[in-house]
């Protein structure tokens, strides 16, 4: 699927789920901490894929390849690495305690 096909069966989703905490909501009444949590929770998440949808372009354009780097398979330059030491292996001109 594409994004633009996930993101629309996403807000169907998130329609049905509306709607059945409305149905919900209408048995049990709108006067309970955990019903208004979950009408709140809804309507962030309704919030969350309308800016999903906004930036939906440019993420469309975050989908496309990068353009691929080649890593030689030639051994590095040893004098790269004069300065560092051997990790785990403390420096070269001193002992281990």
Known sequence: MSLQEDLAAVQRS???LVQS???VEQQVGGGS????????????LRESVALLNEAAPALRRAETRPD?????DDPYNSALW???DDEGL????RHAP
């Open 14 to 16: 998130l329609d049905n």
């Open 21 to 23: 905490v409305e149905r």
């Open 33 to 44: 901490l955990e019903i208004r949590r979950v009408r709140t929770d809804a309507g962030h």
């Open 68 to 72: 691929l780097v080649t890593i030689p």
């Open 82 to 84: 004069t300065d560092s």
């Open 90 to 93: 403390g420096a070269r001109d």
